[in-house]
């Protein structure tokens, strides 16, 4: 069965420190995984998008990573900012037959910037 | 550049009373669309998802339908709001491209709350 688990489902941290937001995944055939960032009341925005043979991709303070063989994958935030909180939310996507994708979602992790 | 917008942002309707969110893309043709819910705090569930003008395939059997009248305008609907239709939803969209994986983009969200 395709799942997407987030770990830890929320964090607190203080301005200016770094976090870790993890994502463990049993999907197949894997395509690619994303990391969205979805601010209070608002759609899903992409942060960063990783294929199979991706092992870290930066956007700004963001740096994923993604180990395929143990089908994890990590979020780092470097210097958080109060504006980084927010839910986000894991999705991984598999291929299907006649070239389409089904897109599995985690349940996100809600982090917390306080001053 | 291609645009989604999806509205109201905020409702408040009572039991039994009918449900119409409305999403439009704008800057391409052809889209894929799609209307999720999200519970507090559960991850995202896909409601339906439509590849043309009068496709719709539904993901889960429930009270509401959906309905696509012109190519960019995807519908929500209900004729009989119950209480856990609330929540928020969302609209999204992707390019009908076979073979390709674009992700999603997704429109700002309807906090639905039924009373």
């Known amino acids: 069965k395709n799942q997407v688990e987030q770990s830890p489902q929320s964090l607190i941290i203080l301005e200016g420190k770094n976090c870790t937001l993890q994502c463990n995944y049993t999907v197949s055939p894997f395509s690619n995984l994303r990391w969205y960032k979805q601010d209070t009341g608002r759609g899903p925005v992409s942060l960063t998008i990783?294929?199979?043979?991706?092992n870290t991709k930066s956007n700004g303070r963001y740096t994923a990573t993604l180990d395929a063989d143990t089908k994890q994958s990590s979020l780092h935030i470097t210097a958080s900012q109060l504006s980084d909180s927010a839910s986000y939310i894991c999705?991984?996507?598999?291929?299907?037959?006649?070239?389409?994708?089904?897109?599995?979602f985690g349940t996100g992790t809600r982090l917390k910037v306080l001053a | 550049s291609q645009t989604i917008h999806q509205w109201p942002a905020t409702l408040v309707q009572p039991v039994g009373s009918p449900l119409s969110l409305e999403c439009t893309v704008e800057?391409?043709?052809?889209?894929?669309l799609y209307w999720y819910r999200q519970a507090a705090g559960r991850g995202l569930q896909l409601l339906f998802y439509s590849i043309g003008i009068g496709q719709i395939s539904s993901e889960v059997p429930q009270n509401l339908s959906a309905s696509r009248p012109q190519d960019r305008q995807f519908i929500l609907s209900s004729k009989k709001l119950l209480l856990s239709d609330s929540g928020f939803y969302l609209c999204?969209?992707?390019?009908?491209?076979?073979?390709?994986?674009?992700?999603?983009?997704f429109g700002s969200g309807t906090r639905l709350t039924v009373v």
């Open positions: 999705v991984v996507s598999a291929g299907e037959k006649k070239g389409t994708y089904k897109y599995i």
């Open positions: 999204a969209w992707n390019p009908a491209l076979p073979g390709t994986n674009y992700g999603y983009t």
């Open positions: 800057g391409t043709s052809n889209p894929n």
């Open positions: 990783m294929t199979f043979s991706e």
